[in-house]
């Protein structure tokens, strides 16, 4: 009964290749969200989707592409990855005002 | 724009010693909530309170206790008689009600020292 469920855990590929991380929730929310956490620690937010509605791109190449098929899925494609990429990618959900509940991270490695 | 500040990038204590995290944020919206999370080394990020910006008492939780005050826009973390798992990263977040944005500061690693 995992509330925010994200896979997968471990993503490990090669420049150029293009790939998709899922991401589902339960817990009935209406907004769903992708942050990227950097080596450093840093959690920026990049996409936001209301109910399948984009309403934040947060200055990310197009190369990542969100999808929501519906309210409790947002997935997150990724063509031609590059080293940059490599991080850990939190998938999370919330209702407006309500703490953010987040998945338990992907962590992607580019090489 | 939003912003949130943690001045402090990393702090080192002896177990049982008291520790403040500090944070600082900015806002125009009248309306806003304060957040804080907490990243342990097994990655997962654990919601610990929130806080809305007409709300300015001070909160206290076991050992962890935070003081909100609007006049210095600052929402700092008070960690007593401090432990071991209390090490990890931890975040200080906001959000305006205007959108649904919630941007984090760039994180505390709080080491506690056996």
């Known amino acids: 009964d995992t509330a925010v469920s994200q896979t997968p855990k471990y993503l490990v590929t090669q420049m150029g290749n293009d790939k998709s991380i899922k991401c589902e929730q339960n817990?009935?929310?209406?907004?769903m969200y992708w942050y990227k956490q950097d080596s450093k620690k840093f959690l920026k937010i990049m996409f936001s989707?209301?109910?399948?509605?984009?309403?934040i791109n947060e200055t990310v190449p197009n190369r990542f592409s969100p999808k929501s098929p519906d309210k409790a899925h947002l997935n997150l494609h990724i063509n031609s990855l590059e080293l940059g990429d490599s991080a850990v990618y939190f998938c999370?959900?919330?209702?407006?005002?309500?703490?953010?509940?987040f998945g338990n991270g992907t962590r992607l490695t580019v090489t | 724009a939003q912003k949130v500040t943690q001045a402090q990038t990393e702090i080192s204590v002896v177990e049982k010693e008291d520790v403040t995290l500090d944070c600082v944020y900015e806002?125009?919206?009248?309306?806003?909530?304060l957040f804080w999370y907490k990243q342990p080394p097994s990655g997962e990020l654990v919601f610990l309170i929130r806080r809305n910006s007409f709300d300015e008492q001070n909160e206290i939780s076991g050992r962890y206790s935070w003081n909100f005050q609007k006049s210095t826009s600052s929402f700092n973390f008070t960690i007593t008689a401090s432990q071991v798992v209390d090490s990890a990263v931890y975040f200080c977040?906001?959000?305006?009600?205007?959108?649904?944005?919630?941007?984090f500061g760039k994180g505390t690693r709080l080491h506690i020292l056996p």
């Open positions: 806002t125009r919206d009248t309306t806003y909530y």
């Open positions: 989707y209301n109910n399948k509605e984009l309403i």
């Open positions: 999370a959900s919330t209702s407006s005002g309500a703490p953010l509940h």
């Open positions: 977040a906001l959000s305006e009600a205007a959108d649904d944005k919630i941007i």
């Open positions: 817990l009935g929310h209406d907004t």
